[in-house]
C-alpha cells in the first residue's frame, strides 16, 4: 500500500490494525531501553501515546545521523525506536500534569517506563497510585538494576548492564582486557523481556481484570543471556572467560579467514566434518585415526595441529562469495559481514527487514521487524512524532480538552 500525505505534508503509513489493534500503550521512557518496547507494541498494531517533558524531551532527538538541515534536522536513530508513536508533551513535576497523566491512564492499557527506580513515585504518579485509577493496567518498569535488593537505586545504562551481568568478562581474547559487546544488548535484552512480560500481562489482565507491574532490569537481562556460563560455575566451579571467536565445547566451529575477509564454519559433528572434508577435496582425512571423532578434533592440540590448518588451507583462495556458493547450502558457512553489506543482501531484503521511512526532511532505511506474522503482519513502516505533534488530537480525543483549554495548559507550562 502506499504512504499518505498527512496535514504537514509528510508521508505516513495507512491505518493499522495488526493483532495488537485496540491495545492503548503509554510511553514515557527515552533513550532505547523503553522505546523500543513501546515501539515493537506500536509495529504489531497497538496505539501508543509517546509522552515527552516539554522542556527536557528525549535527548535521543538529538543523536546522529540526521535528515534535513537546521530547524528540519531529524534524529534518524530517534526515528528509528519511535516510530508509529504520537507524541505528547507532559510535565509531570506539575500538579495538573500528573492529574492528566492519572486521566490518560484510566483509559489506557499499558504504560512502559524506565526512569530511575522510585523516580515515577517521588513525582506522585508510582504504580500503587495509577493501579487505583486502572486496576487493569500493565506497568512496565525498565531500569538498570531492578526495583528491588541493594542496588536497585544506582544508576543504570548499556554497559552497566554488560559489566555488572557477566558479558564484558566472557567478551574478547583471554591475553586482553574484557571487551563490551558492540551493540547496545543491554538496552535491547532488557526491551525484550519487556516486552515479553507486557503480552503476558495484557494476557492476564484480559482473563481477570487485574493488571500488574512488570520490573525488568538490564543486568537481570543481560545475566539471562549468558549461555552455560552459570552452570558451569555452579556444577564445575569454573569460571568462564573470553573465548574469542571459539566455542566452549565444539571445534572447528569459529571465524575463518579467506581471500577478502572471514567466514563463519560450524562443521564439527562428524556428518558435517565429512561432508566438509569432500566438499574441499581431501576425503582421506575422514577416516584419519587423529581426527576422525568429534571429540578427537575438539581436543585444543589436535585441533590447532591438524584441524584448523586444514579448515584454513581449504578457505585461504576463495572470496567470502565462493566458499558460500561451494558449501553454503549444505555446511554452516557464510560471509562474516559488514553493515553495509548486510542491508544490500538480497536475503534481508527479501524479509522486508530494511525500510525506507519517507520524512519530509529526507528517506531513513531503517531495521524492519524480525517478527513475521502469517495473518496478522507487523508493519515497521511508520513517523517517529516531532515533540508534542499530537497534542491537541490526543488530549481532545481521549481526555476530551478542548484547543482553549490546551492553550491555557501549554502556557502554564503543563504541555
Known amino acids: 500500500m502506499m504512504d499518505t500525505p498527512d496535514s504537514d505534508g509528510a508521508t505516513v503509513a495507512p491505518p493499522r490494525r495488526g493483532p495488537l489493534h485496540g491495545l492503548l500503550v503509554l510511553d514515557i521512557t527515552r533513550v532505547v531501553a523503553g522505546p523500543y518496547c513501546s515501539m515493537i507494541l506500536a509495529d504489531l498494531g497497538a496505539r501508543v501515546i509517546k509522552i515527552e517533558h516539554p522542556e527536557d524531551p528525549d535527548y535521543v532527538r538529538d543523536f546522529p545521523p540526521f535528515v534535513g538541515e537546521g530547524d528540519e534536522r531529524f534524529s534518524a536513530f530517534f526515528a528509528q525506536y519511535n516510530r508509529h508513536k504520537e507524541g505528547i508533551t507532559l510535565n509531570l513535576k506539575h500538579e495538573a500534569g500528573r492529574a492528566l497523566l492519572k486521566q490518560l491512564v484510566a483509559r489506557a492499557d499499558v504504560l512502559v517506563e524506565n526512569f530511575r527506580p522510585g523516580t515515577m513515585a517521588r513525582f506522585g504518579v508510582g504504580y500503587e497510585t ?191 562469495q565462493e566458499l558460500e556458493a561451494i558449501a553454503g547450502d549444505d555446511i554452516p558457512l557464510c560471509a562474516v559481514k559488514n553493515i553495509k553489506e548486510v542491508v544490500e543482501d538480497p536475503h534481508i531484503a527479501s524479509r522486508d527487514m530494511i525500510v525506507d521511512v519517507a520524512y519530509p526532511q529526507g528517506n531513513v532505511g531503517m531495521f524492519g521487524t524480525p517478527i513475521k506474522l502469517s495473518a496478522t503482519p507487523a508493519q515497521p513502516r511508520g513517523h517517529a512524532p516531532r515533540l508534542g505533534q499530537h497534542n491537541a488530537e490526543v488530549y481532545a480525543d481521549l481526555l476530551g480538552i478542548d484547543a482553549a483549554t490546551l492553550q491555557e495548559l501549554k502556557a502554564t507550562g503543563v504541555v
Open 130 to 320: 495509577l493501579r487505583a485509577e486502572n486496576p487493569k493496567l500493565v506497568y512496565a518498569a525498565i531500569s538498570g538494576f531492578g526495583q528491588t535488593g541493594p542496588n536497585a537505586l544506582k544508576p543504570g545504562f548499556d554497559n552497566s548492564g554488560q559489566a555488572t551481568g557477566g558479558l564484558w568478562s566472557m567478551n574478547g581474547y583471554a591475553d586482553r582486557p574484557p571487551v563490551r559487546v558492540g551493540t547496545i544488548v543491554g538496552d535491547v535484552s532488557a526491551t525484550l523481556f519487556a516486552t515479553i512480560g507486557v503480552l503476558a500481562a495484557v494476557r492476564e489482565a484480559e482473563r481477570t481484570g487485574q493488571g500488574q507491574m512488570i520490573d525488568v532490569s538490564q543486568q537481570d537481562s543481560v545475566l539471562a543471556l549468558t549461555e552455560n556460563a552459570v552452570v558451569k560455575y555452579t556444577v564445575d566451579g569454573e569460571i568462564a572467560g573470553p573465548l574469542g571467536n571459539e566455542h566452549p565445547f565444539v571445534r572447528p566451529y569459529g571465524q575463518f579467514p579467506c581471500r577478502d575477509g572471514h567466514v563463519f564454519f560450524g562443521g564439527y559433528n562428524d556428518k558435517l566434518w565429512a561432508l566438509s572434508c569432500r566438499k574441499f577435496g581431501t576425503p582421506e582425512l575422514i577416516a584419519d585415526p587423529e581426527i576422525d571423532t568429534m571429540a578427537k578434533r575438539f581436543d585444543l592440540g589436535v585441533y590447532e595441529r591438524r584441524v584448523k590448518p586444514v579448515v584454513e588451507a581449504w578457505f585461504r583462495d576463495y572470496s567470502k
